[in-house]
């Protein structure tokens, strides 16, 4: 082989791997943002990541998938676990827009669309609301649906929450409107519902939202539809569908749907050229500071119905439209003092203490600085004044200093070498960008961490504060989690200002949490790692501790979203004495430390058989999931020579079929399965409107 060439097979294997770590990323992201609420990068790091895919894609088409995420919206569903709405395929796929933070690529969307359509035509400017997408129908003037985006063609019913947000209409006024239509748009909270909502969150001890955007996808998804009433959501729409509409212009259809009473924004505007465009973004980067909601960019439209028509989508966007995003918003400030805070996991955060600033609606007064290599990269100074921006996280960033506005005062921070609070020497993985305190079962902060996190509501649903764990660690009657269980009165009397109601409550809310099902029980030991979805995951995988923690490492990568490091770490956790010690006397307080005990052992049918499931079934994946674990089998997220067979329901996935066939597994269907059990089939017959119905798309929009 030529040097030349192996040169290039190198480069195609590096861009192979990038490639398939750069999916997995934006995968994960994905995840975190539309589906968790919880995003852990910038929207902006977000779109660097895929800006990255899009072009290694486009080197080397021979490495496109069709399930990339390039070619994929994000999705909003619970993939394989629970989902506690109905969904609905959607009449027209519900796509996302291609943006850019470069107004020269909006210049070229306005020639390439000048080019093809090669006639006069104008522009519908509007702000990017930051919400959650929203689909409703109307039919014969009534509300009759509202649909999350979901994955773009199948959304989450979330109707009876929508009826509970005050300014969209459960019935239109005036005339005009077709018999059916849908009308989309963003569902957003404004900065002062937010603030409310994050002041009750953190004084009920429940964790705040990271941003407004994450706070109305998480209301709108909220269990109980009153609750939303209270979330303060509002509403504006920006694009109409429907088979029969008699306008020609965009700008037309939502002049009429603002008739009908839908709230539509006042703030968009009608461009002739990329002259009048660039002024309309211009004037709302800096306008948008005085709204009292979240904008993320402009969105420029081509107007004119036909032409959009003409234009027509991509699989994942359309080609008359394009988001040009604003930079995030920022402050300056001045950096007062350094705080070193120790995390539940033990890593070591530096965190600036500013002079308060406003900031994108709120006022902040500390931000993180990560660790202390980017205190090295920034070259920070306490005393200096800094550049502040909210990216996805609670605490903000702080992005850059001002060194021409240093004073000979300024302190250069010294990164410290042990544990602020428990003096054990600090350590580094290799890899990892933060120092950790190693002294995990030592250190009162990373135990008292713990300990809260193991009351929390999402894990033990305990009713107490960081106080009240505070003073029972300093009182020295808790250590771990199963001495919360041998607490008695008398021992709860011992705390400040605590009365026999107060101690009643705690043991009353202990009590119940023995009740809390095992997925949560599992969340609550605070695995490093393993969130509220890894311990669903692990929970349905293995059906009970035992079996979780006599798995190996190759057992453990065989559940859902659990790579290497997951794997490890719960190895690790389990390795420990005196985590299994812990475990038995939580067992022995009566936690429930298998899924859920009724639908336990029902036979053992499916004993020692590893089985894989693909595709949809007449009941949620993970109740034909807990079938398998009840029936004494083990579900498996991937195919291998280990797998005993492929229970595949409607659209399985191509890749396991293909992967069952060549290892020559067997391949089950659900009425073969619920023979197997003794079970007998589900009627299939479904309704005008079951989720079971397919999607058609109409190729055309109006
Ligand atoms: S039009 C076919 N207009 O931004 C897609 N979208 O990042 C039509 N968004 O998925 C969408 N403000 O959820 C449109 N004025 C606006 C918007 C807007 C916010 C959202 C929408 C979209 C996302 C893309």
Request: aromatic residues 8%; proline residues 5%.
């Amino acid at each position: 082989m030529f040097a030349s060439e192996y040169c290039m097979q190198v480069e195609k294997e590096q861009a192979k791997i990038r490639i398939e770590e750069l999916r997995g990323l934006i995968n994960e992201n994905n995840r975190r943002y539309y589906v968790e609420n919880s995003p852990v990068i910038s929207d902006y790091e977000f779109d660097m990541l895929m800006n990255e895919l899009i072009a290694l894609e486009k080197e080397f088409p021979e490495f496109v998938t069709p399930d990339s995420p390039t070619k994929k919206v994000g999705s909003d569903l619970k993939n394989g676990l629970k989902n506690e709405f109905v969904q609905y395929p959607h009449k027209y796929p519900m796509l996302s827009l291609g943006n850019t933070y470069d107004i020269t690529e909006v210049e070229a969307f306005a020639e390439r669309a000048m080019k093809i359509l090669g006639k006069p035509f104008t522009y519908s400017c509007e702000l990017k609301f930051d919400g959650t997408a929203i689909c409703l129908t109307y039919r014969k003037g009534q509300l009759f649906r509202a649909l999350t985006r979901g994955d773009g063609v199948v959304g989450d019913d979330v109707t009876a929450n929508v009826r509970h947000i005050p300014n969209i209409p459960q019935s239109l006024k005036g005339s005009g409107y077709p018999d059916e239509f849908e009308i989309r748009g963003e569902i957003y909270m404004p900065y002062k519902a937010f603030d409310r909502l994050n002041e009750e969150r953190m004084r009920d001890e429940d964790p705040p939202f990271a941003n407004p955007r994450n706070a109305a996808s998480g209301s709108l998804k909220l269990l109980n539809p009153s609750e939303v009433a209270h979330r303060g959501l509002e509403c504006t729409l920006y694009h109409i569908l429907s088979d029969t509409m008699p306008f020609n212009t965009h700008d037309e259809a939502l002049t009429a749907a603002a008739s009908w009473g839908l709230p539509v924004s006042d703030k968009r505007k009608v461009c002739r050229d990329i002259g009048e465009i660039e002024e309309y973004i211009k004037y709302w980067d800096t306008e948008r500071k005085a709204l009292p909601f979240a904008t993320d960019g402009a969105v420029i439209k081509i107007n004119e119905l036909d032409y959009q028509k003409e234009l027509g989508y991509t699989a994942k966007f359309p080609r008359w439209a394009v988001a040009y995003k604003f930079k995030a918003e920022q402050a300056l400030t001045k950096v007062l003092s350094i705080d070193y805070q120790v995390g539940r996991t033990g890593a070591v955060t530096p965190v600036a203490n500013l002079e308060p600033v406003q900031l994108s609606g709120t006022v902040v007064k500390r931000a993180t600085l990560h660790n202390s290599e980017q205190m090295e990269l920034l070259d920070i100074r306490i005393g200096d004044y800094v550049h502040v921006e909210k990216g996805g996280e609670i605490i903000p960033k702080i992005t850059g200093v001002e060194t021409d506005r240093r004073t000979a005062e300024a302190v250069k921070p010294v990164f410290p070498d042990k544990c602020p609070d428990c003096g054990t020497p600090l350590v580094k993985d290799e890899g990892e960008a933060k120092w950790f305190c190693p002294n995990t079962d030592g250190c009162p902060t990373q135990i008292k961490s713990k300990l809260v996190h193991f009351l929390s509501r999402k894990a033990m649903n305990v009713i107490a504060g960081d106080a009240t764990v505070d003073q029972l660690f300093n009182l020295g009657l808790v250590r771990k989690p199963s001495d919360f269980y041998r607490l008695t009165g008398n021992d709860l009397l011992r705390l400040d200002g605590w009365k026999e109601r107060s101690a009643k409550r705690f043991l009353d809310s202990l009590e119940n949490s023995k009740k809390v099902t095992f997925d949560h029980v599992l969340f609550a030991l605070g695995i490093r790692y393993v969130g509220e979805s890894t311990a669903k995951a692990m929970a349905f995988h293995f059906g009970n501790i035992d079996s979780l923690m006599n798995a190996d490492r190759e057992q453990l990568l065989e559940v859902e979203d659990v790579g290497e490091v997951i794997a490890d770490s719960v190895l690790e956790y389990f390795a420990s004495e005196a985590h299994r010690e812990d475990i038995c006397r939580l067992r022995e307080a009566g936690l429930q430390f298998s899924v859920d005990n009724k639908k336990q052992a029902v036979s053992e049918t499916l004993s020692s058989m590893v089985i894989v499931i693909s595709g949809n079934f007449s009941i949620p994946r993970d109740e034909i999931k807990e079938l398998i674990t009840a029936n004494g089998g083990k579900n498996s997220s991937s195919v291998s020579s280990r797998t005993s067979f492929l229970l595949a329901g409607e659209k399985p996935g191509p890749e396991k079929i293909r992967k069952a066939e060549s290892l020559g597994i067997r391949i089950v269907d659900e009425a073969a399965f619920r023979e197997m059990l003794g079970q007998p089939a589900v009627n299939d017959s479904a309704g005008e409107d079951s989720h079971t119905q397919n999607t058609h798309f109409e190729p055309t929009l109006f």
